[in-house]
């Protein structure tokens, strides 16, 4: 039994010494290499579950800063910038609201019966 020496600790002997001496390569295989491992190690780092969490968390906030600055905000200023989106929106909401529900039902029979 040998003693243990440096890190490698193996009776087979590695075809290649790692990591290699990037000053004595060249440029294009300093690139193959460089290539090589930012690939392999993008596919070891990737979560895509977790990714795709924080797109939709992401898009969920985003999404509902943007409505309440639009529909609810205050913005203390004399004309408020988005008082026609509002006013649409909420009369849009507003027929079916208990009040307003059975308007669309009260029609002029006369009108649609006798149309000229």
């Given at each position: ?7 490698y ?38 979560r ?26 205050d ?27 059975y308007?669309?039902?009260n029609?002029?029979?006369?009108s649609?019966t006798?149309?000229?």
């Open positions: 039994m040998t003693p243990l020496t440096g890190v600790n193996s009776r087979y002997k590695p075809k290649k010494v790692w990591p290699p001496d990037f000053s004595k390569l060249s440029e294009k295989e300093q690139f193959r290499f460089e290539r090589r491992y930012k690939r392999r190690v993008k596919l070891a780092t990737s895509p579950r977790w990714d795709k969490f924080i797109r939709l968390a992401q898009l969920f906030s985003v999404t509902s800063v943007l409505v309440y600055s639009v529909l609810f905000m913005w203390n200023t004399d004309k408020q910038p988005f008082q026609g989106v509002r006013d649409k929106f909420w009369g849009t909401l507003g027929a079916f609201s208990p009040e307003q529900r308007e669309r039902r029609l002029d029979i006369a649609i006798n149309p000229k």
